[in-house]
């Protein structure tokens, strides 16, 4: 039996294949007493307890068919992705002739664009970029659906464009906050809080426009800094400091010389936490504003890339 079921899981009909008479199977999956159990129609697991991560993943691929892709947050695990917001679903893709219905913690979503899929740790997987859209649909938080794609992006796992493509090809249901970010990443927002700082500025209509994530470089060419934001027309640079980012010496020191070499060449640093950001976005208006004036009063501005 455990040659048919290496994961513990078997499907009802490869028992009776298995030459299991039907009342076997009734019993051994008694409430009571019994040795099996049911976690999904038609499947039967053979060891009471509960399922691990990866046998929900087995489990929700053998009953939705061998055309089934796991997709959405789960995939987007199995890519490797750690800012994924805790789940208990399992969703999988099935071709829309399917007709298999969500149970319990699967979730089957047809669809007439099964994506491209490859095999991650056993598991049949979605490409990330439609495993990312697919799980960020069903995210009700925006900064949530930041997380997960500003963290694959960082990491160069997809593209935005790739994002964008997929967006446009894809269902509207539950698109509008995937749409608001994607919107966000094209404009250089790599994390929430620059997000929120992006929002914050775009309301001030009396502040120039902001480029974010900019590559600074020296009067002879060479690479200065990549800023968080760079103001239009003035050396004002903004700069977002996070304590998880700045808890050890070395880092502090290195964040305190990169304000040096940027000071030195004239440009006016102001840092920002993501904490002072989130409340008190009056106190970060004043901060901008306050250096938007001494820079003009100075008159001064370096080249950027």
Not at 126 to 142: C, E, M, P, Q, T
Not at 272 to 281: A, F, G, N, Q, Y
Request: charged share 25%.
């Amino acid at each position: 039996m455990g040659a048919a079921a290496p994961d513990g899981l078997i499907l009802v009909r490869d028992l009776r294949a298995l030459g299991v008479p039907s009342s076997t199977i009734v019993f051994r999956c008694r409430k009571v007493g019994g040795v099996w159990w049911r976690p999904l129609l038609g499947l039967v697991a053979l060891a009471r307890g509960v399922l691990t991560v990866h046998q929900r993943l087995v489990a929700a691929l053998l009953v939705a068919g061998d055309d089934a892709v796991v997709t959405g947050l789960a995939a987007c695990r199995l890519h490797g992705l750690e800012r994924v917001p805790e789940h208990d679903e399992v969703h999988v893709l099935i071709p829309h002739r399917n007709r298999h219905r969500s149970e319990g913690f699967l979730v089957a979503e047809r669809t007439k664009r099964m994506p491209t899929s490859r095999i991650l740790d056993g598991i049949r997987c979605a490409a990330l970029h439609r495993a990312l859209l697919d799980g960020a649909r069903r995210l009700s938080r925006i900064d949530d659906v930041r997380a997960l794609l500003c963290e694959a992006v960082q990491r160069h796992k997809v593209t935005v464009a790739a994002l964008r493509a997929e967006i446009e090809a894809g269902s509207c249901r539950g698109a509008a906050l995937v749409r608001i970010v994607i919107a966000e990443l094209e404009d250089g927002i790599l994390s929430a809080a620059e997000a929120w700082l992006r929002e914050l500025v775009l309301g001030m209509d009396d502040f120039p426009a902001v480029r974010w994530n900019v590559e600074l470089e020296r009067p002879d060419g060479s690479p200065l800094a990549t800023v968080d934001g760079l103001v239009d027309g003035v050396p004002l640079v903004i700069e977002l400091h996070s304590f998880a980012h700045h808890a050890d010496l070395e880092t502090y020191d290195a964040t305190m010389r990169r304000h040096g070499e940027l000071a030195a060449a004239g440009y006016l640093v102001v840092p920002l936490t993501p904490k002072e950001v989130r409340d008190d976005p009056a106190g970060v208006r004043r901060k901008l504003r306050a250096a938007l004036e001494e820079l003009r009063a100075r008159q001064v501005s370096p080249s950027a890339a």
